[in-house]
Each structure stands twice: as structure tokens, then as C-alpha cells.
């Protein structure tokens, strides 16, 4: 039947089979690939040259797509061969429904026309066809599958309708009767059932005649050259028939099963030989509607229960619905015995708990059920695709063509990887490419992946999408990633930290950029120009976790900044590194007459464990507070105390122990079991005096730590 067909094509058909395959190459060259790479030029100039050989023979040529087929003058070309399906999927999943080439073809017209098809995110259909028409496109007209304009007239294709949209006219045509038998078999094998029912649903008249309806069934039931009904087009048909609206669906099933005797053997043999789920499946079409069952296929129902030996209960319409009872027959008698109540009679109660036993679920079972829905996930099926590719690629086996094909699937999975924060399968793959880019047979193919695909505007731009979005959920596969294409990363992470504004979001970028290391140094200095004071504080954070010690001009200026949390950050930075001039700053801001300003400097001071700033800090714990409002500071200067260790504070410590207020007596209490619970920060020798003190403290919790320490010192 396809050698026959191609026989008539009226066209060269080697020729025509040879200009679809390097049209496909040379869309995957020019996905991958700039426009002036040498292998899109040399894809790009087979298929114009095959192009230009086929014009002539004909001025022009169409093909239609008709989902995974490609279709030329009616006639349905091989659907075995792979790249026509591939050819004709990319077209029909951008919403086109054929592909005119007129002569005086350019190639510059072939490059254009793969870019917009190649479109990573393109649009469909008609806004497709307008974004094609406005590149210039003068030789090269695609026709968009538009079904909602479809409108069926009895006795002619409605007017206005292009041309060149096939699926239009052969489900006109069919409908009319204007095709041959094998034309329209051709159109019920080319068009899933689901959209033919969609197209029909939309273009055929209420008042069509019967003949319309029987044309359809026909092409379906009725398989010209074949003496019996397969069931697979059995099973298309009844597809077919679930998606039609349900006035339609009334009409084709009445036709279908009110045939004569003659023609109604086909339709008896197929339903002998139907599965119970095919049977079901067929019951489930009249579901709510089964006043339109006829009566043929009644008097089939019946025949064939007889047929199988299960009496005439074999089929029961109840509430409407057609139920499948059952598939035995038994015996009233048995029945009535397997009854809850008579089955207790028979069975005694330790014989059903063995029955019970025996009918439990394994727990090894469960374990191997959810290990196998683990293994079949499609994430490892995924990442197992992609390993397996890896291999072939860095194989002896393959080609350039292999490669190139290799790499464009390579291209698919890394989109299906970044839209779902799969960063480490990711990495695989750019790891993979960049080993095989040093030392692999293809290092210009993979190079070129590595520089048009991984490092491109695009890419980089849904990875940091994907990052802010996912990271945190894969942080090892994000860190990974982000490390091997740093140089390329760096700027977009860090516009992308400066403009967000979700602060979980923010953590990580800022935590992620921190391990790109000194490369993040630079462009971060760039940035100490920026106005947003949280930008600044950003920039500063990083150029200290990044290792920044020869840049630190710029943040010497904004040690003195207006902004409150950008100084201190400045400062920060400035004692991270241990600069000379960062206890000048501190001793700045600790003197400073501003509550917060001198809060923040003692906190830095026991961060960065300042042994310098130890007499400035006792300086404070020795102001004078009659008030007892220096309190809050005062246990800040403790903490801080504690932390840096130095012996010399104990002294002062002692003398606000002993000391007494009139005044916030509660306040000074705290504070004096502050300075009890920091005492182990100290050098054991240090704090004897202070020990006994507190021994002898009316407060139970400092009594407690004396005692808790003071035997930890006897050992």
C-alpha cells in the first residue's frame, strides 16, 4: 500500500525524501548553531540545492502535516521513516498545518524559517505565521492549524479558506465524498480520532444527510481490501466517537450499528472477539444515553451472551447505564451460599483469619512497589536518557551527523532540566561536553554547544530564574553548576541580588555567589557605586566572603556612609581583614553618642574578638547609670567582653558586682547574672575571687554557676 502510494506521487519521490532529511538537519544546525557557522551554511546549502532541483519539476511544493505525518498532493508519505515524523512533529507542535516552498527560494529564507520554528518559547499558529511574514519570508508561506474557523457547508469548502490548509480540505472532502476509498482511509490514519472529532464537531451542519455521517463511518468500519475489521480501528472509531458532541455522537452511532444483515457481520465478528475492557469501554459511549442504543446491537448483545454461555443476564441496563455483571454464570444455589451470613456457617473463624493472612499485601511487596514507581519516575528516567547520550557521544561509534543529533537531543533534556531545577544532571551534561571539547573526536561540535547553548544570553537568563526559584531545594546541584559557568553567571546573579526583593531569594543568591570566590571581587567593587543602600550592604557582604583585601579603597569610604547599616558593614569588612585602620573606626562608633551606632560597634568588637577595644569597652561598663537606662548596653558589653576573654575585664566585672543602686534594682540584678553565666569565657585562674562572690549570692541561678564551675576548677 506505501510503495503504491509513492508510485503516484507526482514528484520525485527519492529526491523529495532526500530535501525533507537535510530540511531537518539544517533546522536542528540552525537551533544549535549561529547563523554563519560553517555547519549551518553546509546544512543550509543541501537542502536549497535539493530545494531548487524539485522546483524543477513543479513551481511549487506543499506539504502538509497532519501531526507526526507529512502529507504531499494528498498522498500520506512514509510514516515509518523517522525524520519525516520528527520533521512533521517540530512543524505540528508549532501549530502549523503545512509549508509551502515557491521557486525563487533563497537560502537566506531557509535560515529564517528555522530560526522561527527554533524558537526557544516561540509562539503558535497564526502569531507564528505573523512573526515568519514579518522576517521577510517572500518564498515561503506557512499555513496555521486554525480549527475554530472551520465551517462546514453542505456542497461546498467555505469560502475564504486557505488553500493550503489540508487538514481543512480532506475532512471537507471526506465529508462531501469527494475523495477516492483509499484517500479517505489515508485521512482517518493521518488525523488522531481525537482531532478529527474536534474538526467535525466545528464544521458539520446540523441538518447533514445521512450520507455525510456514512462517509465517515465508512472510512473507519469499512477498510477497503481487508475481508475483516481490525480491532485496533475498531477501537479508533469508538475514540473517535467519544469526542464528538452528544447530538453528533447520537447520529454516527445509530448509522454505525443500524446496517443491513450483510453489513452488520463485520461489526458482530469484532465485538465476539473484544477484550471486557474494549467491551466496556464500548458501554461507556451510551452511558446516560441508552434510548439511543439500536436495536442491533441490542440483538448483538444478546447473540453473543448466548455465544459465550452466560445466559441473558449477561448485560443489565441499569439507571441508564450498560454494566458488565459478569463473565461466569453460576448457580442460584452458590450464590445464596457464598451469602456474608451462610459463608459464616461454612468457614469457622480461624479459617478465615487464614484466609485473611494469606490475602494481606506482603510488606516486601509494598517495599518493591515503591521502589519500582521510584525507578520509572520520569526524573531518573530522564537523567538515565541523558547518561546514556553521554556515552554515545564520547563512544568511537558515531559520526558528525550522529553528533549533531546527539547534541540537539542533549539541548532538549538541559530545557527539561532547567525548568525543573535539575542543576546537577545539568552540570553532567556541560562537564560531559567540556571533557569532550579537550579531548573528544567532535571538539568543535561540543565547543560549540558549550558557547551557543550553556553560555548563551538565554540560557543564562532561565538559569538565575531557575535558581532564585529551585537553589535552595538542590544547593549542591546549584553550587556545582554555578562554579562551571561562573564567568558567564556572576553579573546576571548579581543584577538579580540587587533587583530582588524576596528575602529568602536574596539569602541564597548572596550565600551562592559567596562561593564563586575572588572572580565575584571585581564586579562587586563595580557596584560600591550604587545608590541603594541595600545593594551597598549586599556588595560589601560579598567582597568579604569573596576575599577582597587588595579592594578595599572603596569600602575605606564607606566605613563613614550615612546610612547606618551600609558603615557598619564597611567597618565589618574592614576588621574581617584586620586593616590597621579598622579599630580606628570602631573606637569611632563606640564613643558615638547614637544608641544604635554603638550597639552594633560592641557587638563587632566580641565578633571580631578586638583585644583592642577591651578599655574601651570596660570604659563603658564603668559609666555611671543612675538611671539604670545604660542596662540594655551594658549586658551587650558584657557578651562582648566574654567573648574576647581578656582577663582585664574581670576587675571592673567585680566592682559591678559589689555595686548597689537605690534604683532599678531588677535591671542591675540581671546584669550582675549576666556577667555569672560568661564567667567560663575566662582563664580559670582569673575568676576565683568572683566565684566566691557568688557562692555567697542570695541569687539562686549565680549560686548554681559558682558552685557548677568551682567543681569543674577542682578537677
Known amino acids: ?49 535539493l530545494l531548487k532541483r524539485l522546483f524543477d519539476l513543479r513551481s511549487s511544493i506543499t506539504l502538509g502535516i497532519a501531526k507526526d505525518t507529512l502529507v504531499i498532493d494528498e498522498y500520506v508519505l512514509d510514516r515509518k521513516n523517522p525524520v519525516f515524523r520528527e520533521f512533521a512533529l517540530s512543524l505540528h507542535s508549532k501549530g502549523i498545518a503545512a509549508v509551502t516552498f515557491y521557486s525563487g527560494l533563497e537560502s537566506e529564507e531557509l535560515v529564517c524559517l528555522h530560526e522561527v520554528i527554533t524558537m526557544h518559547h516561540a509562539p503558535a499558529g497564526k502569531t507564528l505565521v505573523e512573526l515568519a511574514e514579518g522576517k521577510g519570508l517572500k518564498h515561503i508561506r506557512l499555513s496555521p492549524l486554525d480549527l475554530h474557523s472551520f465551517g462546514f457547508v453542505e456542497g461546498g469548502i467555505k469560502q475564504g479558506a486557505s488553500e493550503t490548509r489540508l487538514w481543512d480540505d480532506y475532512i471537507y472532502g471526506l465529508l462531501e465524498g469527494r475523495l477516492a476509498d483509499n484517500d479517505a482511509e489515508g485521512v482517518v490514519l493521518a488525523v488522531p480520532p481525537e482531532q478529527a472529532a474536534f474538526i467535525i464537531n466545528s464544521s458539520i451542519s446540523e441538518d447533514a444527510s445521512e450520507e455525510t455521517y456514512d462517509r465517515v463511518i465508512a472510512a473507519y468500519l469499512k477498510r477497503k481490501g481487508e475481508h475483516e475489521l481490525s480491532k485496533g480501528i475498531f477501537n ?213 554547544m558549550i558557547e551557543y547553548f550553556f553560555r548563551s544570553e538565554q540560557f543564562i537568563k532561565k538559569l538565575v530564574d531557575a535558581l532564585k526559584l529551585w537553589g535552595r531545594y538542590d544547593r549542591e546541584g546549584a553550587i556545582r553548576l554555578a562554579r562551571v559557568l561562573k564567568l558567564s553567571l556572576i553579573n546576571p546573579l548579581l543584577d538579580a541580588l540587587s533587583e530582588e526583593s524576596d528575602s529568602t531569594a536574596r539569602k541564597f543568591l548572596l550565600s551562592l555567589l559567596s562561593t564563586l570566590g575572588s572572580d565575584v571581587v571585581p564586579e562587586a567593587i563595580k557596584r560600591l557605586n550604587d545608590e541603594r543602600w541595600y545593594v551597598l550592604r549586599n556588595m560589601l557582604c560579598l567582597i568579604r566572603q569573596c576575599g577582597g583585601k587588595r579592594s578595599l579603597e572603596q569600602v575605606r569610604k564607606l566605613a563613614r556612609d550615612k546610612n547606618k547599616k551600609v558603615c557598619m558593614e564597611a567597618v565589618k569588612t574592614l576588621l574581617h581583614f584586620g586593616t590597621p585602620d579598622a579599630l580606628s573606626y570602631l573606637r569611632l562608633y563606640l564613643e558615638n553618642r547614637d544608641p544604635e551606632f554603638r550597639q552594633q560597634a560592641i557587638k563587632l568588637a566580641g565578633t571580631y574578638r578586638v583585644k583592642a577595644a577591651v578599655p574601651h569597652l570596660i570604659e563603658l561598663l564603668n559609666k555611671n547609670d543612675f538611671l539604670g537606662t545604660e542596662t540594655y548596653y551594658k549586658i551587650s558589653v558584657v557578651k562582648a567582653l566574654a567573648e574576647i576573654g581578656d582577663p582585664r575585664a574581670i576587675a571592673p566585672l567585680e566592682r559591678l558586682y559589689r555595686s548597689k543602686r537605690l534604683f532599678y534594682r531588677d535591671a542591675l540584678e540581671g546584669l550582675k547574672v549576666e556577667i555569672f553565666r560568661n564567667l567560663h569565657c575566662y582563664p580559670p585562674d582569673a575568676i576565683g575571687q568572683m566565684l566566691e562572690l557568688g557562692l555567697n549570692s542570695r541569687n539562686e541561678e549565680i549560686r548554681d554557676i559558682s558552685a557548677r564551675l568551682s567543681k569543674k576548677d577542682s578537677y
Not at 367 to 374: A, F, K, L, T
Open 236 to 448: 479508533r472509531f469508538i475514540s473517535f466517537v467519544e469526542n464528538l458532541r452528544p447530538e453528533l455522537k447520537a447520529q454516527f452511532l445509530n448509522r454505525a450499528f443500524s446496517q443491513p444483515p450483510s453489513e452488520m457481520a463485520y461489526i458482530e465478528k469484532m465485538l465476539a472477539e473484544l477484550t471486557e475492557e474494549d467491551l466496556r469501554r464500548l458501554f461507556e459511549v451510551f452511558k446516560d444515553r441508552s434510548s439511543i442504543i439500536p436495536e442491533s446491537l441490542k440483538n448483538l448483545i444478546d447473540k453473543l451472551a448466548l455465544a459465550k454461555g452466560v445466559g441473558k443476564d449477561f448485560f443489565d441496563m441499569v439507571g441508564g447505564e450498560m454494566i458488565l455483571v459478569d463473565d461466569i454464570e453460576m448457580d442460584r444455589n452458590m450464590i445464596r451460599l457464598l451469602e456474608e451470613d451462610h459463608f459464616r456457617v461454612f468457614v469457622n473463624k480461624q479459617y478465615e483469619r487464614e484466609l485473611g493472612m494469606m490475602l494481606e499485601r506482603p510488606e516486601a511487596e509494598g517495599r518493591i512497589s515503591e521502589i519500582s514507581r521510584i525507578d520509572c519516575s520520569e526524573g531518573v528516567i530522564d537523567r538515565t536518557f541523558s547518561e546514556v547520550l553521554i556515552e554515545i557521544l564520547e563512544s568511537d561509534l558515531i559520526n558528525t551527523e550522529d553528533c549533531l543529533r546527539l547534541l540537539t537531543r542533549l539541548s532538549e533534556l538541559a530545557d527539561s532540566f532547567l525548568e525543573t531545577g535539575r542543576f546537577q544532571e545539568l552540570c553532567d551534561i556541560f562537564n560531559a561536553l567540556y571533557s569532550h571539547w579537550l579531548a573528544g573526536k567532535f571538539k568543535t561540535e561540543a565547543l560549540n
Open 1 to 49: 500500500m506505501e510503495e503504491e502510494k509513492q508510485e503516484k506521487l507526482p514528484i520525485d519521490a527519492r529526491l523529495l525524501s532526500d530535501a525533507i532529511i537535510e530540511l531537518n538537519i539544517s533546522r536542528r544546525s540552525v537551533g544549535l548553531y549561529p547563523p554563519e557557522h560553517p555547519i549551518v551554511k553546509e546544512s543550509i546549502g543541501k537542502a536549497f540545492e
